[in-house]
């Protein structure tokens, strides 16, 4: 009986495409349990987001603009994701050239945008005062040229000064999230 309930299980392991779930016993612990058949298979971010930009290339459009229009709605974990789907698959994969040429366009914009978003704070460091500091600020946020790689490069910034002990940088870098705060929450 036990060898054909691990049998069992084993095949609907196979059959699902459901992660196996941890459930309680009661004197025993836990363990390993595999649903049944789900009644809708599970998509995760990653595939989907991966089949809407290949959908946008398989239509005509390219890489380039495909990502630019998607690239605030990825992950943080898609590139890496990309990359180990590009490493686990075949040479001889209609895919790969498509994942490759995917790839080189998320570099391509992500370099841009933190380029971007490095230049818009050496802007605000190199304002001379607070005011017009706060100023041009708000002029970025209202204008909405301010992205998490903008917030990026900030933390970045401040992770360097706290490391070299330059109280005065750490401060002023302080002074411009707590801003970029107050105006995004005023915004919302």
């Known amino acids: 009986f036990i ?10 392991a196979i059959r699902t495409p459901c992660a196996p779930t941890l459930v309680p016993r009661p004197y025993v612990g836990t363990r390993f349990v595999f649903p049944q058949l789900c009644a809708e298979p599970e998509v995760y ?28 709605s990825l992950d943080e974990m898609f590139i890496p994701m990309l990359a180990s789907r590009i490493e686990a698959a075949p040479a001889a994969s209609d895919e790969l050239p498509q994942l490759l040429e995917l790839m080189g366009a998320l570099r391509t914009q992500s370099t841009e945008r933190f380029e971007q ?19 041009q600020l708000c002029s970025l946020i209202r204008r909405d040229e301010l992205d998490a790689g903008f917030l990026y490069v900030l933390f970045k910034n401040m992770e360097d000064a ?19 705060q107050e105006e995004l929450e005023k915004r919302s």
């Open 3 to 12: 060898l054909m309930a691990a049998v069992l299980c084993l095949l609907s």
């Open 162 to 180: 706290k490391a070299s002990r330059d109280e005065p940088t750490v401060r002023l870098l302080s002074h411009i999230h707590t801003r970029v």
């Open 117 to 135: 978003a490095r230049d818009q704070l050496q802007l605000l460091l190199a304002a001379g005062e607070i005011n017009k500091l706060d100023s």
């Open 45 to 72: 971010a990653f595939d989907a987001a991966l089949a809407a930009l290949m959908a946008r290339m398989a239509s005509g459009e390219s890489a380039e603009k495909a990502v630019g229009a998607s690239l605030d």
